[in-house]
């Protein structure tokens, strides 16, 4: 069977066609919400797929309609796995890509050899999946949404709305944009200088670079993060216990000052003062391309 995966990223579409638990052929495109139904016909055409299996962002429900994305503007309510049986005449499932890169790595990845994870992807959004028993646990619809769990209810507005939400704190763009914002007033942390400011643009892969180099201001900027992050998930771990949790996506690129913090901050912050089993995720971009595609196990 020629099954197509594709995790919508806020940024990139990965997809690759998947035969027999195999990655045979890679896609991989810019997101452009105005055309983002078109870009997915192709790509699954282009692949040869006899069913589609799609990692969305936001809230996406039995359905396959998928809500109210923050970090896919322009997009509000769109009955998804619709549109795209109409129009590939194929069966379609459409799961939310947290959910999927989730699957991915269960069974393929990190989390091999546990019942009870949660994983985290970092990217241009925060994303979150639960999985209970060897099972996704979907809540009514839609459980595991990490990135918006108000971490400072006094913090900055978030995209999906609310306040101090996670994703405020440690999501690309707002990275990045706090960042911007600290060298326009001058040094960034009194009587820190930063090599940032040689920058005409600011990424979190530039972020990432300069820390590892040895920029100061760069480091604290990871290690805020990572404080962040371990709020963040001292809430889950008191909430769910799970045997281990998996960090992904892009920004979980910033390696060891991220995780060392993120460590140090869940352990003292957790009741049990237990260390957490913390991994990196092992499959990249594959975990929501493979995941996509188990939704039709």
């Known amino acids: ?15 690759g066609l998947v035969i027999d638990d195999k990655i045979i052929k890679t896609r991989k495109v810019r997101t452009e919400p105005k055309r983002l139904t078109d870009t997915l016909i192709e790509i699954t055409r282009n692949l040869g797929a006899e069913k589609l299996g799609v990692g969305a962002p936001g809230l996406v429900d039995k359905d396959g309609v998928v809500s109210r994305p923050p ?8 009955s998804l796995k619709k549109i795209l049986e109409d129009r590939l005449k194929i069966p379609v499932i459409i799961d939310n890509d947290a959910n999927v890169i989730a ?10 050899g546990v019942k009870n ?3 985290m992807t970092l990217g241009t959004g925060v994303g979150g999946a639960i999985i209970i028993n060897g099972k996704l646990h979907r809540g009514r619809d839609f459980a595991g949404e990490i990135g918006h769990i108000t971490i400072d209810r006094d913090g900055p507005l ?36 930063t090599s940032l400011n040689e920058y005409k643009e600011i990424t979190p892969e530039v972020i990432s670079k300069e820390a590892y180099k040895g920029d100061r201001y760069a480091r604290e900027v990871i ?8 709020i963040g998930l001292a809430s889950i771990c008191v909430v769910l216990d799970p045997e281990r949790i998996i960090i992904g996506g ?6 060891k ?9 869940l352990k003292k912050r957790l009741y049990t003062r237990e260390e957490i089993d913390i991994r990196k995720s092992e499959l990249g971009d594959r975990a929501g391309v493979l995941g996509a595609a188990l939704l039709f196990k």
């Open 71 to 78: 970090n896919l503007l322009g997009i509000d309510k769109l």
């Open 223 to 230: 290690s805020e993060m990572g404080d962040a992050i371990g």
């Open 103 to 112: 699957l991915g790595e269960y069974k393929y990845g990190a989390g091999r």
């Open 117 to 119: 994870l949660v994983v």
């Open 257 to 265: 000052v991220l995780f060392d913090k993120i460590r140090k901050t």
């Open 158 to 193: 978030c995209r999906c709305g609310n306040y101090g939400c996670l994703e405020t704190y440690v999501g690309g763009p707002y990275i990045v944009k706090r960042v911007q914002e600290a060298i326009k007033r001058g040094s960034p942390r009194k009587g820190i200088k």
């Open 250 to 255: 892009g920004i979980a690129n910033m390696g």
């Open 1 to 15: 069977m020629r099954i197509v995966g594709i995790d919508i990223g806020g940024t990139f579409i990965k997809a």
